[in-house]
Protein backbone atom coordinates (compact mmCIF):
# COMPACT_ATOMS: atom_id res chain seq x y z
CA UNK A 1 0.00 0.00 0.00
CA UNK A 2 1.62 3.70 -0.76
CA UNK A 3 0.42 6.73 0.08
CA UNK A 4 0.17 9.24 -3.13
CA UNK A 5 0.59 12.66 -3.68
CA UNK A 6 0.91 13.46 -0.21
CA UNK A 7 4.60 13.37 0.43
CA UNK A 8 5.32 17.04 2.50
CA UNK A 9 2.59 16.34 4.53
CA UNK A 10 4.34 13.25 5.69
CA UNK A 11 7.79 14.64 5.65
CA UNK A 12 6.56 17.72 8.24
CA UNK A 13 5.28 14.93 10.27
CA UNK A 14 8.36 13.79 10.63
CA UNK A 15 10.24 16.07 11.55
CA UNK A 16 8.46 16.84 15.34
CA UNK A 17 7.06 14.12 17.35
CA UNK A 18 3.62 14.34 18.00
CA UNK A 19 1.36 14.16 21.04
CA UNK A 20 -1.04 11.18 20.84
CA UNK A 21 -4.31 12.06 21.13
CA UNK A 22 -6.80 10.53 23.31
CA UNK A 23 -8.03 8.37 21.09
CA UNK A 24 -5.12 7.47 19.39
CA UNK A 25 -4.78 3.74 19.15
CA UNK A 26 -8.22 3.27 18.66
CA UNK A 27 -7.96 5.64 14.77
CA UNK A 28 -5.24 3.91 13.86
CA UNK A 29 -6.52 0.80 14.29
CA UNK A 30 -9.54 1.72 12.35
CA UNK A 31 -7.26 3.82 9.67
CA UNK A 32 -5.46 0.24 9.03
CA UNK A 33 -8.81 -1.81 8.87
CA UNK A 34 -10.55 0.54 6.47
CA UNK A 35 -7.40 0.54 4.30
CA UNK A 36 -7.54 -3.09 4.07
CA UNK A 37 -11.25 -3.34 3.18
CA UNK A 38 -10.76 -0.17 0.35
CA UNK A 39 -7.87 -2.58 -1.18
CA UNK A 40 -10.09 -5.76 -1.38
CA UNK A 41 -12.75 -3.20 -3.23
CA UNK A 42 -9.89 -2.40 -5.47
CA UNK A 43 -7.97 0.75 -4.98
CA UNK A 44 -4.39 0.43 -5.23
CA UNK A 45 -3.25 3.75 -3.50
CA UNK A 46 -4.98 6.17 -1.31
CA UNK A 47 -4.01 9.86 0.08
CA UNK A 48 -3.69 9.93 3.75
CA UNK A 49 -6.36 12.34 4.32
CA UNK A 50 -9.05 10.27 2.69
CA UNK A 51 -7.73 7.20 4.80
CA UNK A 52 -8.20 9.74 7.58
CA UNK A 53 -11.61 10.77 6.68
CA UNK A 54 -13.01 7.33 5.95
CA UNK A 55 -11.66 5.77 9.14
CA UNK A 56 -13.37 8.74 10.96
CA UNK A 57 -16.85 7.92 9.05
CA UNK A 58 -16.73 4.45 10.33
CA UNK A 59 -16.10 4.86 13.31
CA UNK A 60 -18.85 6.93 13.52
CA UNK A 61 -20.89 4.70 12.09
CA UNK A 62 -19.92 2.10 14.20
CA UNK A 63 -21.07 4.78 17.42
CA UNK A 64 -23.90 5.07 15.98
CA UNK A 65 -25.07 1.58 15.77
CA UNK A 66 -24.36 1.15 19.19
CA UNK A 67 -26.12 4.28 20.39
CA UNK A 68 -28.99 3.61 18.29
CA UNK A 69 -28.73 -0.14 19.50
CA UNK A 70 -28.95 0.95 23.10
CA UNK A 71 -31.62 3.60 22.74
CA UNK A 72 -33.79 0.54 21.30
CA UNK A 73 -33.27 -1.47 24.23
CA UNK A 74 -33.85 1.38 26.75
CA UNK A 75 -37.08 1.71 24.90
CA UNK A 76 -37.84 -1.97 25.43
CA UNK A 77 -37.20 -1.39 29.29
CA UNK A 78 -33.44 -3.26 29.37
CA UNK A 79 -30.19 -2.68 29.66
CA UNK A 80 -28.78 -4.85 27.11
CA UNK A 81 -28.98 -4.91 23.88
CA UNK A 82 -30.18 -7.90 22.03
CA UNK A 83 -30.36 -8.95 18.25
CA UNK A 84 -33.29 -7.20 17.30
CA UNK A 85 -32.22 -3.67 19.03
CA UNK A 86 -28.74 -4.23 16.55
CA UNK A 87 -30.96 -4.46 13.59
CA UNK A 88 -33.25 -1.69 14.02
CA UNK A 89 -29.77 0.38 14.40
CA UNK A 90 -28.57 -1.29 11.11
CA UNK A 91 -31.86 -0.33 9.80
CA UNK A 92 -32.51 3.09 10.88
CA UNK A 93 -28.32 3.98 9.79
CA UNK A 94 -28.94 2.20 6.31
CA UNK A 95 -32.50 4.09 5.80
CA UNK A 96 -31.25 6.79 3.84
CA UNK A 97 -30.11 5.05 0.64
CA UNK A 98 -32.72 2.19 1.31
CA UNK A 99 -33.08 -1.34 1.30
CA UNK A 100 -36.09 -3.85 0.36
CA UNK A 101 -38.52 -4.20 2.95
CA UNK A 102 -38.03 -0.66 4.29
CA UNK A 103 -41.60 0.41 4.21
CA UNK A 104 -42.90 -3.00 5.34
CA UNK A 105 -44.58 -2.12 9.07
CA UNK A 106 -46.01 -5.43 10.17
CA UNK A 107 -43.07 -8.03 9.02
CA UNK A 108 -41.00 -9.90 11.63
CA UNK A 109 -37.62 -7.93 11.53
CA UNK A 110 -35.60 -10.99 11.36
CA UNK A 111 -36.44 -10.68 7.65
CA UNK A 112 -36.01 -7.48 7.22
CA UNK A 113 -33.71 -6.41 3.55
CA UNK A 114 -30.63 -5.22 6.07
CA UNK A 115 -29.91 -8.93 7.49
CA UNK A 116 -30.45 -9.96 3.98
CA UNK A 117 -28.42 -8.10 2.16
CA UNK A 118 -25.30 -8.64 4.75
CA UNK A 119 -25.77 -12.30 4.62
CA UNK A 120 -25.31 -11.93 0.98
CA UNK A 121 -22.86 -9.82 1.66
CA UNK A 122 -20.73 -12.56 3.90
CA UNK A 123 -21.54 -15.41 1.04
CA UNK A 124 -20.00 -12.89 -1.55
CA UNK A 125 -17.21 -11.16 0.11
CA UNK A 126 -13.65 -12.16 0.47
CA UNK A 127 -12.49 -13.07 4.15
CA UNK A 128 -9.82 -10.38 5.13
CA UNK A 129 -8.89 -11.25 8.97
CA UNK A 130 -7.48 -7.70 10.47
CA UNK A 131 -3.40 -7.43 9.77
CA UNK A 132 -2.10 -7.86 12.95
CA UNK A 133 -3.19 -9.08 16.15
CA UNK A 134 -5.17 -6.10 18.14
CA UNK A 135 -4.67 -6.53 21.58
CA UNK A 136 -7.32 -5.50 24.17
CA UNK A 137 -7.79 -2.05 24.84
CA UNK A 138 -8.19 0.14 26.53
CA UNK A 139 -6.21 -1.48 29.24
CA UNK A 140 -7.70 -0.81 32.62
CA UNK A 141 -5.29 0.24 35.27
CA UNK A 142 -5.86 -1.35 39.34
CA UNK A 143 -6.01 1.55 41.15
CA UNK A 144 -5.28 1.68 44.82
CA UNK A 145 -8.13 2.34 46.79
CA UNK A 146 -7.91 4.64 49.92
CA UNK A 147 -8.05 2.30 52.99
CA UNK A 148 -10.56 2.34 55.75
CA UNK A 149 -10.05 3.11 59.10
CA UNK A 150 -10.38 -0.46 60.33
CA UNK A 151 -7.26 -1.31 57.68
CA UNK A 152 -5.01 1.53 58.84
CA UNK A 153 -6.01 0.49 62.59
CA UNK A 154 -7.07 4.12 63.30
CA UNK A 155 -10.13 4.81 65.26
CA UNK A 156 -12.44 7.40 63.21
CA UNK A 157 -12.31 10.84 64.83
CA UNK A 158 -15.80 11.18 65.48
CA UNK A 159 -18.27 8.64 66.48
CA UNK A 160 -20.33 9.70 63.75
CA UNK A 161 -18.10 8.60 61.34
CA UNK A 162 -17.93 4.56 60.75
CA UNK A 163 -14.67 2.88 60.66
CA UNK A 164 -15.45 0.98 57.47
CA UNK A 165 -15.45 4.41 55.75
CA UNK A 166 -11.47 5.85 53.81
CA UNK A 167 -9.31 7.02 56.50
CA UNK A 168 -8.40 10.76 56.66
CA UNK A 169 -5.02 11.89 55.78
CA UNK A 170 -2.12 12.13 57.90
CA UNK A 171 -2.50 15.17 60.05
CA UNK A 172 1.53 16.79 58.78
CA UNK A 173 -0.24 16.87 55.19
CA UNK A 174 -2.49 19.68 56.23
CA UNK A 175 -1.20 20.72 59.11
CA UNK A 176 1.66 23.34 59.26
CA UNK A 177 4.36 22.16 61.85
CA UNK A 178 7.68 24.39 61.57
CA UNK A 179 10.93 24.30 60.74
CA UNK A 180 13.79 24.77 63.33
CA UNK A 181 17.23 25.25 62.30
CA UNK A 182 19.24 22.14 63.91
CA UNK A 183 22.46 24.15 64.45
CA UNK A 184 22.38 26.51 67.53
CA UNK A 185 23.53 29.76 65.95
CA UNK A 186 25.06 32.06 68.15
CA UNK A 187 24.35 35.87 66.10
CA UNK A 188 26.69 37.94 68.88
CA UNK A 189 29.25 35.00 68.45
CA UNK A 190 29.27 35.00 64.99
CA UNK A 191 30.11 38.47 65.10
CA UNK A 192 32.65 38.23 67.59
CA UNK A 193 34.14 35.21 65.83
CA UNK A 194 33.90 37.31 62.23
CA UNK A 195 35.90 40.63 64.10
CA UNK A 196 38.93 38.32 65.36
CA UNK A 197 39.23 36.55 62.02
CA UNK A 198 39.41 40.00 59.96
CA UNK A 199 42.11 41.39 62.66
CA UNK A 200 43.84 38.14 61.95
CA UNK A 201 43.81 39.01 58.55
CA UNK A 202 44.83 42.68 58.88
CA UNK A 203 47.68 41.56 60.98
CA UNK A 204 48.91 39.36 58.58
CA UNK A 205 48.49 41.48 55.97
CA UNK A 206 50.73 43.70 57.57
CA UNK A 207 53.68 41.70 58.41
CA UNK A 208 53.73 40.30 54.69
CA UNK A 209 54.56 44.17 53.77
CA UNK A 210 56.62 44.82 56.86
CA UNK A 211 58.36 41.50 55.79
CA UNK A 212 58.46 42.36 51.63
CA UNK A 213 60.22 45.92 52.48
CA UNK A 214 62.57 44.40 55.25
CA UNK A 215 63.56 41.63 52.33
CA UNK A 216 64.02 44.21 49.94
CA UNK A 217 66.96 45.81 51.97
CA UNK A 218 70.90 45.29 51.49
CA UNK A 219 71.53 43.42 55.11
CA UNK A 220 69.68 40.16 55.36
CA UNK A 221 70.16 40.09 59.13
CA UNK A 222 70.37 43.31 60.65
CA UNK A 223 67.20 44.44 58.73
CA UNK A 224 65.39 41.27 59.58
CA UNK A 225 66.00 42.13 62.70
CA UNK A 226 64.75 45.40 62.52
CA UNK A 227 61.66 44.39 61.08
CA UNK A 228 61.07 41.99 63.75
CA UNK A 229 60.96 44.12 66.49
CA UNK A 230 58.90 46.96 64.20
CA UNK A 231 56.50 44.44 63.69
CA UNK A 232 57.42 42.74 67.18
CA UNK A 233 56.08 45.84 68.64
CA UNK A 234 53.45 46.75 66.80
CA UNK A 235 51.65 43.17 67.05
CA UNK A 236 52.09 43.73 70.69
CA UNK A 237 49.84 46.74 70.40
CA UNK A 238 47.06 44.51 68.72
CA UNK A 239 45.73 47.15 65.16
CA UNK A 240 47.98 49.26 64.39
CA UNK A 241 46.18 51.45 62.67
CA UNK A 242 44.41 52.35 65.65
CA UNK A 243 47.78 52.56 67.74
CA UNK A 244 48.79 56.40 68.36
CA UNK A 245 50.93 57.68 66.07
CA UNK A 246 54.93 57.13 66.86
CA UNK A 247 57.00 60.27 67.51
CA UNK A 248 60.26 61.28 65.58
CA UNK A 249 62.84 59.31 66.90
CA UNK A 250 60.88 57.26 69.06
CA UNK A 251 61.27 54.33 67.00
CA UNK A 252 64.39 52.72 65.17
CA UNK A 253 62.99 52.67 61.71
CA UNK A 254 64.94 50.85 58.91
CA UNK A 255 66.32 53.27 56.32
CA UNK A 256 65.05 53.04 53.00
CA UNK A 257 66.36 50.85 50.83
CA UNK A 258 67.00 50.05 46.41
CA UNK A 259 65.03 47.16 45.83
CA UNK A 260 66.96 44.11 44.35
CA UNK A 261 67.05 44.90 40.87
CA UNK A 262 69.16 48.11 41.51
CA UNK A 263 72.01 46.76 43.98
CA UNK A 264 74.01 44.06 41.55
CA UNK A 265 75.94 43.35 44.37
CA UNK A 266 73.77 41.87 47.24
CA UNK A 267 70.97 40.16 46.28
CA UNK A 268 72.82 37.22 45.43
CA UNK A 269 73.26 36.10 49.55
CA UNK A 270 69.68 35.86 50.60
CA UNK A 271 68.70 31.97 50.26
CA UNK A 272 65.89 31.28 51.69
CA UNK A 273 62.56 29.92 49.62
CA UNK A 274 59.46 31.72 49.78
CA UNK A 275 57.86 29.30 51.74
CA UNK A 276 60.08 29.88 55.10
CA UNK A 277 59.70 33.15 55.41
CA UNK A 278 55.68 32.48 55.31
CA UNK A 279 55.46 29.41 57.37
CA UNK A 280 55.05 31.78 60.84
CA UNK A 281 51.96 33.47 58.88
CA UNK A 282 50.56 29.83 57.44
CA UNK A 283 50.96 29.01 60.63
CA UNK A 284 49.46 31.33 62.38
CA UNK A 285 46.54 30.66 60.33
CA UNK A 286 46.37 27.00 61.13
CA UNK A 287 46.08 27.70 64.78
CA UNK A 288 43.60 30.48 64.38
CA UNK A 289 40.80 27.35 65.19
CA UNK A 290 42.58 26.13 68.00
CA UNK A 291 43.17 29.34 69.82
CA UNK A 292 39.99 30.32 71.78
CA UNK A 293 40.61 33.76 72.57
CA UNK A 294 41.59 36.95 71.68
CA UNK A 295 44.96 36.69 72.37
CA UNK A 296 46.82 39.25 70.67
CA UNK A 297 49.91 36.40 69.59
CA UNK A 298 53.26 37.32 68.40
CA UNK A 299 53.25 35.02 65.36
CA UNK A 300 56.84 36.38 63.77
CA UNK A 301 59.40 34.81 65.17
CA UNK A 302 62.94 35.92 66.68
CA UNK A 303 65.20 35.08 64.07
CA UNK A 304 64.55 35.34 60.81
CA UNK A 305 66.14 33.70 57.65
CA UNK A 306 67.31 35.75 54.65
CA UNK A 307 65.32 35.35 51.67
CA UNK A 308 65.93 33.77 47.90
CA UNK A 309 64.93 35.80 45.24
CA UNK A 310 64.51 35.01 41.44
CA UNK A 311 65.57 37.54 39.14
CA UNK A 312 63.55 38.08 36.33
CA UNK A 313 63.34 41.27 33.47
CA UNK A 314 60.74 43.72 34.58
CA UNK A 315 57.52 41.79 33.20
CA UNK A 316 54.16 43.14 34.32
CA UNK A 317 51.97 40.28 35.54
CA UNK A 318 48.32 41.19 34.44
CA UNK A 319 46.28 41.17 37.65
CA UNK A 320 46.53 42.98 40.77
CA UNK A 321 49.99 44.40 42.16
CA UNK A 322 50.63 43.57 45.83
CA UNK A 323 50.08 47.12 46.63
CA UNK A 324 46.62 47.15 45.21
CA UNK A 325 45.33 44.40 47.57
CA UNK A 326 46.65 46.31 50.62
CA UNK A 327 44.98 49.50 49.70
CA UNK A 328 41.94 47.61 48.62
CA UNK A 329 39.66 47.45 51.22
CA UNK A 330 38.10 44.09 50.66
CA UNK A 331 39.29 42.41 54.42
CA UNK A 332 35.74 40.39 53.88
CA UNK A 333 37.75 38.80 51.05
CA UNK A 334 40.98 37.98 52.62
CA UNK A 335 38.59 36.68 55.93
CA UNK A 336 37.36 34.25 53.68
CA UNK A 337 40.91 33.64 52.22
CA UNK A 338 42.42 32.93 55.43
CA UNK A 339 39.78 31.73 57.50
CA UNK A 340 39.74 28.16 56.06
CA UNK A 341 41.34 24.91 56.77
CA UNK A 342 40.95 23.31 53.80
CA UNK A 343 43.04 25.83 51.67
CA UNK A 344 46.24 25.82 53.05
CA UNK A 345 47.82 24.70 50.16
CA UNK A 346 46.13 27.30 48.35
CA UNK A 347 47.45 29.76 50.42
CA UNK A 348 50.70 28.65 49.99
CA UNK A 349 50.59 29.24 46.38
CA UNK A 350 48.70 32.78 47.11
CA UNK A 351 51.84 33.75 49.01
CA UNK A 352 54.05 32.87 46.66
CA UNK A 353 52.33 34.43 43.93
CA UNK A 354 52.03 37.94 46.15
CA UNK A 355 55.94 37.20 46.17
CA UNK A 356 56.50 36.86 42.94
CA UNK A 357 54.46 39.76 41.88
CA UNK A 358 56.65 42.14 44.03
CA UNK A 359 59.82 40.78 42.38
CA UNK A 360 58.75 41.21 39.38
CA UNK A 361 57.35 44.64 39.70
CA UNK A 362 60.05 46.30 41.39
CA UNK A 363 58.50 49.97 40.84
CA UNK A 364 55.58 49.38 43.05
CA UNK A 365 57.95 48.40 45.89
CA UNK A 366 59.20 51.66 45.92
CA UNK A 367 56.34 53.15 47.15
CA UNK A 368 56.12 51.14 49.67
CA UNK B 1 -54.86 -22.30 11.38
CA UNK B 2 -53.42 -22.55 8.14
CA UNK B 3 -52.01 -19.75 7.71
CA UNK B 4 -51.08 -19.52 11.08
CA UNK B 5 -49.09 -22.02 10.64
CA UNK B 6 -47.60 -20.88 7.29
CA UNK B 7 -47.15 -17.95 9.00
CA UNK B 8 -45.35 -19.56 11.71
CA UNK B 9 -43.21 -22.02 9.40
CA UNK B 10 -41.75 -18.96 7.47
CA UNK B 11 -41.18 -17.17 10.89
CA UNK B 12 -39.40 -20.25 12.48
CA UNK B 13 -36.92 -20.14 8.73
CA UNK B 14 -36.57 -16.68 9.44
CA UNK B 15 -35.15 -17.35 12.60
CA UNK B 16 -33.84 -20.17 11.24
CA UNK B 17 -31.68 -18.80 8.83
CA UNK B 18 -30.39 -15.72 11.11
CA UNK B 19 -29.27 -18.15 13.88
CA UNK B 20 -27.70 -19.93 11.33
CA UNK B 21 -26.29 -16.77 10.10
CA UNK B 22 -25.19 -15.82 13.51
CA UNK B 23 -23.47 -18.72 13.82
CA UNK B 24 -21.58 -18.47 10.62
CA UNK B 25 -20.46 -15.76 11.37
CA UNK B 26 -18.18 -17.06 14.21
CA UNK B 27 -16.72 -18.52 11.48
CA UNK B 28 -16.18 -15.32 9.34
CA UNK B 29 -13.63 -12.87 10.63
CA UNK B 30 -14.17 -9.55 9.79
CA UNK B 31 -11.75 -7.02 8.48
CA UNK B 32 -12.36 -4.68 11.43
CA UNK B 33 -11.07 -5.89 14.82
CA UNK B 34 -13.62 -7.38 17.40
CA UNK B 35 -11.74 -5.56 20.22
CA UNK B 36 -12.11 -2.07 18.03
CA UNK B 37 -15.73 -2.56 17.83
CA UNK B 38 -16.25 -3.58 21.75
CA UNK B 39 -14.22 -0.20 22.08
CA UNK B 40 -15.93 1.90 20.63
CA UNK B 41 -19.39 0.09 20.88
CA UNK B 42 -18.98 0.14 24.96
CA UNK B 43 -18.25 3.95 24.27
CA UNK B 44 -21.51 5.12 22.93
CA UNK B 45 -23.12 2.86 25.84
CA UNK B 46 -23.93 -0.36 23.73
CA UNK B 47 -23.96 -3.92 26.43
CA UNK B 48 -23.96 -7.52 25.16
CA UNK B 49 -21.79 -10.00 26.10
CA UNK B 50 -22.39 -12.30 23.09
CA UNK B 51 -19.52 -12.16 20.30
CA UNK B 52 -22.42 -12.82 17.56
CA UNK B 53 -23.39 -9.46 17.66
CA UNK B 54 -20.18 -7.46 17.46
CA UNK B 55 -19.26 -9.44 14.97
CA UNK B 56 -22.61 -8.76 13.24
CA UNK B 57 -22.19 -4.85 13.81
CA UNK B 58 -18.53 -5.39 12.31
CA UNK B 59 -19.47 -7.32 9.42
CA UNK B 60 -22.30 -4.55 8.87
CA UNK B 61 -19.85 -1.56 9.08
CA UNK B 62 -17.74 -3.79 6.87
CA UNK B 63 -20.12 -3.49 4.76
CA UNK B 64 -20.74 -0.05 4.70
CA UNK B 65 -16.81 1.12 3.79
CA UNK B 66 -17.04 -1.46 1.46
CA UNK B 67 -20.01 -0.08 -0.46
CA UNK B 68 -18.21 3.96 0.04
CA UNK B 69 -15.54 2.49 -1.14
CA UNK B 70 -16.78 1.14 -4.43
CA UNK B 71 -18.65 3.73 -5.25
CA UNK B 72 -15.50 5.95 -5.00
CA UNK B 73 -14.21 3.46 -7.38
CA UNK B 74 -16.53 3.90 -10.05
CA UNK B 75 -16.15 7.72 -9.41
CA UNK B 76 -12.36 7.13 -9.96
CA UNK B 77 -12.82 5.11 -12.76
CA UNK B 78 -15.00 7.55 -14.62
CA UNK B 79 -12.94 10.07 -14.39
CA UNK B 80 -9.89 7.89 -15.69
CA UNK B 81 -11.86 7.14 -18.54
CA UNK B 82 -13.00 10.34 -19.32
CA UNK B 83 -9.16 11.26 -19.08
CA UNK B 84 -8.46 8.63 -21.41
CA UNK B 85 -10.71 9.27 -24.05
CA UNK B 86 -8.25 11.96 -25.95
CA UNK B 87 -4.92 9.98 -25.32
CA UNK B 88 -4.70 6.21 -25.82
CA UNK B 89 -1.21 6.10 -24.21
CA UNK B 90 -2.24 7.07 -20.78
CA UNK B 91 -4.35 3.87 -20.27
CA UNK B 92 -1.11 1.99 -20.27
CA UNK B 93 0.16 4.53 -17.67
CA UNK B 94 -2.39 5.51 -14.99
CA UNK B 95 -4.11 2.11 -14.22
CA UNK B 96 -3.22 2.85 -10.77
CA UNK B 97 -5.93 3.41 -9.02
CA UNK B 98 -5.59 5.60 -5.91
CA UNK B 99 -8.43 7.45 -3.99
CA UNK B 100 -8.89 10.93 -4.00
CA UNK B 101 -10.85 13.33 -1.75
CA UNK B 102 -13.04 14.13 -4.86
CA UNK B 103 -14.37 10.55 -5.30
CA UNK B 104 -14.67 9.79 -1.55
CA UNK B 105 -16.72 12.88 -1.30
CA UNK B 106 -18.80 12.41 -4.10
CA UNK B 107 -19.36 8.63 -3.02
CA UNK B 108 -20.69 10.11 0.65
CA UNK B 109 -22.92 12.44 -1.17
CA UNK B 110 -25.13 9.29 -1.57
CA UNK B 111 -25.04 8.52 1.75
CA UNK B 112 -25.78 11.92 2.83
CA UNK B 113 -22.47 12.42 4.27
CA UNK B 114 -21.13 15.75 3.71
CA UNK B 115 -17.20 15.52 3.37
CA UNK B 116 -15.43 19.16 2.12
CA UNK B 117 -12.01 18.75 1.85
CA UNK B 118 -10.00 21.95 1.80
CA UNK B 119 -8.51 22.70 -1.36
CA UNK B 120 -4.34 23.33 -0.04
CA UNK B 121 -3.09 24.67 2.80
CA UNK B 122 -0.65 27.45 2.70
CA UNK B 123 2.07 27.72 5.18
CA UNK B 124 1.56 31.76 5.60
CA UNK B 125 -0.95 34.29 4.81
CA UNK B 126 1.94 35.80 2.59
CA UNK B 127 2.39 32.57 0.36
CA UNK B 128 1.96 32.65 -3.10
CA UNK B 129 1.82 36.66 -3.17
CA UNK B 130 4.66 38.87 -5.51
CA UNK B 131 7.72 38.94 -4.13
CA UNK B 132 7.62 42.58 -4.39
CA UNK B 133 4.52 43.13 -2.68
CA UNK B 134 5.50 40.67 0.21
CA UNK B 135 6.68 42.44 3.50
CA UNK B 136 9.88 41.07 4.88
Given at each position: MSDGGEDDRRNSDNNAPKRAGPDEFGRAVSKIAVAQICESVGFEGFQD??????????VRYLCDVGKTANFCANLAGR???NVFDVIRGLEDLGSSEGFSGASGVDQCIVSSGTVREIVE???????????QPVP??????NCKATPSFVQMGETPAGKHIPPWLPAFPDSHTY?????????????????LEQARQRRKAERSLLSLQQRLICNGSASPSTSVERCDDAEASRAA??????????QFGEKDVSTVVLPAKLLDDLVVDNHVSVLETFAPAIEAVKNSFVDSGESEKNVVPEKRSAVHFKLR???????ESVDLRLKNKSVGKVVSWIGRDEERDDKKRRAEYILRQSMENPQELTQL | MNQNQGGNDARHDDDSALSDFLASLMDYTPTIPDELVEHYLAKSGFQCPDVRLIRLVAVATQKFVAEVASGALQQCKARQSAVVKDKRDKQQKDKRLILTMEDLSKALREYGVNVKHQEYFADSPSTGMDPASRDE
Open positions: SVLQALSNIATQCYVNTAKEIPFARFPVVRIQTPMWNERATDPRADKEGNPFLASPLTGKKILG | -
